[in-house]
C-alpha cells in the first residue's frame, strides 16, 4: 500500500471497489488547519468524474497498470482485436474502451492500451488519421466560399464534414478526438 502523498497526476488508483485515473491531485495547507490532497479523478469504466480529500497518511492502493502498444487487426463484435507488437499474442479489446474515436480505426494502426492484471482498462487512438474519402457529393462550379464544408465518407464508414474542394479518392487528415478534418494528403 502507498500512501496519498505517493500519487501523481495520471496514476490509476483502486478506489473504493472502482479503478479511478488521477486527473488533478493539489495539495492543500488552508490555515492553521491539517494539511490534505484534494484529488479530481475519473472512473476509468463510467468516465464519471470523482472528488476526493484524502489525509496526508492516508493509504492508498495504486493499480499496476501495463501500458503498451499494439495493432489493430480487425473488429470482431463489440471488441476489436489487437496484437502485441512484441509477442505476437492477440488480445479482445471492448470498443468502448477507445471511446468514439474507434470510428477512425483502420486496420493496422497502432492503439495503446492500458491492462491491470490481464484485463483491459483503457485504450487510446493516435491523435490523427489518414484516411481516403470513398462517398462525397461533387462541387457546385462557382461555388469558392472559403468556409462552407460538405458531408464525406471515409474508408472506415465515419461520415465527416469537409471542404468543397475534396473530392471522392482524396486522402485527408482527420483529428479522432474531435472528428473534425485537418487537411488534404498529398500523395
Do not use: C, W
Request: glycine letters at 6%.
Amino acid at each position: 500500500m502507498a500512501k496519498a502523498s505517493d500519487i501523481k497526476n495520471g496514476n490509476i488508483l483502486r478506489f473504493n471497489g472502482e479503478l479511478v485515473q488521477v486527473e488533478e491531485f493539489l495539495h492543500r495547507t488552508p490555515g492553521n488547519l491539517r494539511a490534505f490532497y484534494q484529488a479530481r479523478m475519473r472512473n476509468v469504466r463510467s468516465g464519471k468524474l470523482v472528488e476526493y480529500r484524502f489525509r496526508t497518511d492516508e493509504e492508498v492502493d495504486i493499480a499496476r497498470v501495463e501500458t503498451s502498444n499494439y495493432q489493430y487487426l480487425y473488429e470482431d463484435g463489440e471488441s476489436l482485436v489487437v496484437m502485441d507488437n512484441e509477442t505476437y499474442d492477440q488480445h479482445n479489446v471492448p470498443k468502448k474502451l477507445f471511446g468514439p474515436a474507434v470510428k477512425f480505426l483502420k486496420e493496422g494502426a497502432n492503439v495503446t492500451v492500458a491492462f491491470e492484471s490481464e484485463e483491459p482498462i483503457m485504450g487510446s487512438v493516435p491523435n490523427s488519421a489518414e484516411l481516403e474519402i470513398t462517398y462525397t457529393e461533387p462541387a457546385v462550379k462557382g461555388d469558392t466560399s472559403t468556409s462552407a464544408l460538405k458531408n464525406a465518407t471515409v474508408e472506415t464508414g465515419a461520415e465527416i464534414k469537409v471542404p468543397l474542394f475534396v473530392n471522392i479518392g482524396d486522402k485527408v487528415k482527420v483529428d479522432t478526438a474531435s472528428g473534425s478534418y485537418v487537411e488534404r494528403v498529398k500523395g
